[in-house]
């Protein structure tokens, strides 16, 4: 993986250097020490992952995230600071931060998130080719489907919807979607339910329950803990962050409204880790 750092304390840049050089994590490309200079240089390297600081000098790291992300979306960001305010941290995950690490630097922390990102970027590139997985061989096909399922009902688990009406149809649709090699964005919900059922609208209205009932298991989590490893890995990557934090405010009795589930990027978000 190519590495870029952003960090104006040097001393931090070279420890990060020599944890991700020694663990063998990739390749440094890059560095700067202010968000001016690392935008610049991010459109010109393009690098895979970007160790980025909070707090900066004429440009923050949230800004940062927010305005590379227009350029270049695969390229996957790792927040780092000591700052541990929870609506600062938010506010870095809905700029398309994908992990934080906290400060004082730990190796064994950033090895384990770098690693983890690191896997997530290798998945992303294998799903536009994840028909070659599939062969003429009808049980290696079967051992593959399985294999599928079970990453799938593990997440179900975590998010604890895999007691819900609607888990057995969710299942059934992601399996669809990864034996097809397709995606959501080749149908409507409403669209993708008529292939399963004669009446769609109820089999749209069991998967909307289900998933929503992920959102605030979620929100609980993160009202709890915003480190809380499920709610940090399920937040973005099955919902929307914005819209999980509204759900957020909605159980602390801050607002009235409540957050609203995507099913598509829900579904499409089980395909992924599915793959995995």
């Known amino acids: 993986m190519n590495i870029y750092i952003v960090e104006d304390d040097f001393n931090i840049v070279a420890i990060l250097e020599k944890i991700i050089t020694d663990k063998e994590l ?7 020490d202010n968000g001016i200079k690392a935008l ?6 393009q690098p895979d992952i ?26 996957q960001y790792i927040m780092i600071s000591q700052v541990s305010s929870k609506d600062m941290i938010a506010k870095a995950y809905q700029s398309g931060v994908e992990y934080y690490i906290s400060k004082p630097i730990d190796a064994i922390e950033v090895q384990t998130v770098v690693n983890k990102v690191s896997e997530k970027i290798e998945i992303s590139r294998k799903l536009c080719k994840i028909q070659s997985v599939f062969s ?5 096909r079967e051992n593959d489907d399985k294999n599928y399922i079970q990453k799938v009902y593990r997440v179900m688990q975590r998010i604890g919807i895999m007691g819900e009406a ?28 008529s292939i399963f059922a004669d009446n769609p609208k109820t089999l749209e209205q069991r998967i909307r329950r289900t998933a929503n009932i992920g959102m605030i298991n979620l929100a609980n989590l993160g009202i709890e803990d915003y480190m809380n490893e499920i709610f940090t890995e399920y ?8 819209q999980l934090k509204t759900e957020m405010d909605f ?26």
Request: hydrophobic share 40%; glycine share 12%.
């Open 26 to 32: 990739g390749d440094v490309i890059g560095r700067a």
């Open 40 to 45: 610049k240089e991010i459109k010109l390297l």
């Open 50 to 75: 970007v160790l980025v600081d909070l707090l900066m000098p004429g440009k923050d790291g949230i800004s940062l995230v927010r305005e590379a992300k227009v350029i270049n979306r695969d390229i």
């Open 136 to 140: 003429d061989d009808n049980s290696n």
């Open 166 to 193: 609607g888990s057995h149809d969710i299942l059934d649709i992601v399996k669809y979607l990864i034996g097809t090699n397709q995606t959501m964005a080749d149908f409507t919900v409403r669209g993708i339910c």
């Open 235 to 242: 937040s973005n990557g099955l919902y929307n962050f914005e």
């Open 251 to 276: 159980i602390r009795g801050k607002s009235r409204k409540r957050g609203k589930v995507n099913i598509k990027k829900f579904i499409d978000g089980l395909v992924y880790y599915g793959t995995l």
